[in-house]
C-alpha cells in the first residue's frame, strides 16, 4: 500500500479518478466547517473566565476534520484517507477524556488508561472484515472481503460510548446530557446512512447520477459535532454529584468537648451571733435541771 494508492470506496466516485469525482460529498463538508465556526461563536460569547482551552481545541479539530475529509474526497488516495481519519480519531479520544475527566468526575489517571482501553477497541474493531457469510480478522488480501458496513464499523465504539456517558449523565441530570443523548440520536441515523451509501446507490439517483447517501452522513455528522460542541460547554459534574464529592472529601471538623462544671462544694453554715448561741444554752441548761413529778409538776431546782 503506498499513499498514491487510490480508494474507491462511495457510490458518487465509483471508480472515477478526476479530482472532482465527488462535487456533491466535496460540497457538503462545507457542514463541518460551519459547525466549527459556531462551536467558535458560543465560546467567544462566554465570559472570559468561563472560557477553557479545550472549548477552543474542540472547534478546530472538527475543522481539521471537514478539510481532511475534503481533501479525501478530492483525491482519494491513502494520503488524503489518512488526513480524513487522524483528525476525527484525535477528536473521539479527546473528546471522551473531556467527558470521563470533567462531566464524569474520573481522576485523571483512570481517564487516560479508559482512553487507552478505548484506543485498543478501536483498533481491534477496524481489523475486522465482513463477506458474504464472513465475518471476523480475515486479512485485507482475503478474496470477497471488505471492511464491515462499509467501514462505518470504526464509529460504532465511539457511539456506543457516547450512549453510556449521555445515560450516565442523564441520570445525574447533568445539564450536558441532553446534548449528548441528541447526538448520539442524530449519529445514529448519520452512520446508518453511511453503512448504506453503497447499498442505495441504484436509488438514490439526480438527474441520471448516482449520489448515494454519503453527503447526507457529512451533514448530520456535523450537527452531531456541534452538539457536542455545545456540550463542552457545561463543564463539571453535576450539582448532586460535586454536593456528594464535597462531603466525601471535605475534611471532618475537629470535636470540641464542653467541659462538665465540677459542682460548687457545700458551704459551711455560718456561726451564730454570740448572744444568740448564749440564750441557745441557757435554754438548753434549763431544760435539763426540769425534771417532771409523779403528778406531772414542776419541782424547783433549789432547796425550799
Given at each position: 500500500?503506498?499513499?498514491?494508492?487510490r480508494?474507491?470506496?462511495?457510490?458518487?466516485r465509483?471508480?472515477?479518478?478526476?479530482l472532482?469525482?465527488e462535487?456533491?460529498?466535496a460540497?457538503?463538508?462545507?457542514?463541518?466547517?460551519?459547525?466549527?465556526?459556531?462551536?467558535?461563536?458560543?465560546?467567544?460569547?462566554?465570559?472570559?473566565?468561563?472560557?477553557n482551552?479545550?472549548?477552543?481545541?474542540?472547534?478546530?479539530?472538527?475543522?481539521?476534520?471537514?478539510?481532511?475529509s475534503?481533501?479525501?474526497?478530492?483525491?482519494?488516495?491513502?494520503?488524503?484517507?489518512?488526513?480524513?481519519?487522524?483528525?476525527?480519531?484525535?477528536?473521539?479520544?479527546?473528546?471522551?477524556?473531556?467527558?470521563?475527566?470533567?462531566?464524569?468526575?474520573?481522576?485523571?489517571?483512570?481517564?487516560?488508561?479508559l482512553?487507552?482501553?478505548f484506543?485498543?477497541?478501536?483498533?481491534?474493531?477496524?481489523?475486522?472484515?465482513?463477506?458474504?457469510?464472513?465475518?471476523?480478522?480475515?486479512?485485507?488480501?482475503?478474496?470477497?472481503?471488505?471492511?464491515?458496513?462499509?467501514?462505518?464499523?470504526?464509529?460504532?465504539?465511539?457511539?456506543?460510548?457516547?450512549?453510556?456517558?449521555?445515560?450516565?449523565?442523564f441520570?445525574?441530570?447533568?445539564?450536558?446530557?441532553?446534548?449528548?443523548l441528541?447526538?448520539?440520536?442524530?449519529?445514529?441515523?448519520?452512520?446508518?446512512?453511511?453503512?448504506?451509501?453503497?447499498?442505495?446507490?441504484?436509488?438514490?439517483?439526480?438527474?441520471?447520477r448516482?449520489?448515494?447517501?454519503?453527503?447526507?452522513?457529512?451533514?448530520?455528522?456535523a450537527?452531531?459535532?456541534?452538539?457536542?460542541l455545545?456540550?463542552?460547554?457545561?463543564?463539571?459534574?453535576?450539582?448532586?454529584?460535586s454536593?456528594?464529592?464535597?462531603?466525601?472529601?471535605?475534611?471532618?471538623?475537629?470535636?470540641?468537648?464542653?467541659?462538665?462544671?465540677?459542682?460548687?462544694?457545700?458551704?459551711?453554715?455560718?456561726?451564730?451571733?454570740?448572744?444568740?448561741?448564749?440564750?441557745?444554752?441557757?435554754?438548753?441548761?434549763?431544760?435539763e435541771?426540769?425534771?417532771?413529778d409523779?403528778?406531772?409538776?414542776?419541782?424547783?431546782?433549789?432547796?425550799?
Open positions: 500500500m503506498t499513499f498514491g494508492e480508494v474507491f470506496q462511495y457510490c458518487e465509483g471508480t472515477n479518478e478526476a472532482l469525482a462535487p456533491v460529498n460540497l457538503s463538508n462545507v457542514a463541518f466547517l460551519l459547525a466549527a465556526l459556531a462551536g467558535f461563536f458560543i465560546v467567544l460569547r462566554r465570559p472570559p473566565e468561563e472560557r482551552a479545550d472549548q477552543f481545541l474542540l472547534p478546530v479539530l472538527v475543522l481539521f476534520i471537514g478539510l481532511g475534503l481533501a479525501f474526497h478530492l483525491y482519494a488516495n491513502q494520503a488524503s484517507a489518512l488526513a480524513d481519519v487522524v483528525p476525527i480519531s484525535v477528536f473521539m479520544l479527546v473528546y471522551l477524556g473531556l467527558a470521563l475527566n470533567r462531566f464524569l468526575g474520573v481522576p485523571p489517571a483512570w481517564t487516560t488508561l482512553v487507552i482501553g484506543t485498543a477497541i478501536v483498533a481491534i474493531t477496524v481489523q475486522v472484515r465482513c463477506g458474504e457469510g464472513v465475518i471476523g480478522f480475515t486479512g485485507l488480501d482475503a478474496e470477497g472481503v471488505k471492511p464491515c458496513f462499509n467501514g462505518s464499523l470504526f464509529y460504532f465504539p465511539a457511539l456506543a460510548a457516547l450512549i453510556v456517558v449521555g445515560l450516565i449523565l441520570e445525574r441530570e447533568h445539564k450536558a446530557a441532553p446534548w449528548l441528541w447526538a448520539a440520536a442524530i449519529l445514529t441515523v448519520s452512520v446508518t446512512l453511511r453503512s448504506l451509501d453503497l447499498a442505495l446507490c441504484d436509488k438514490v439517483v439526480f438527474e441520471g448516482k449520489l448515494g447517501t454519503h453527503a447526507a452522513w457529512h451533514v448530520l455528522n450537527l452531531a459535532l456541534f452538539l457536542l455545545r456540550a463542552s460547554l457545561e463543564g463539571g459534574p453535576s450539582v448532586a454529584q454536593e456528594t464529592i464535597a462531603v466525601l472529601y471535605e475534611p471532618a471538623e475537629p470535636r470540641i468537648e464542653t467541659p462538665v462544671p465540677l459542682m460548687p462544694p457545700a458551704e459551711a453554715p455560718a456561726p451564730k451571733p454570740l448572744v444568740e448561741r448564749t440564750a441557745s444554752a441557757n435554754m438548753s441548761e434549763e431544760d435541771s426540769e425534771t417532771p409523779d403528778k406531772g409538776e414542776r419541782k424547783p431546782s433549789f432547796p425550799m
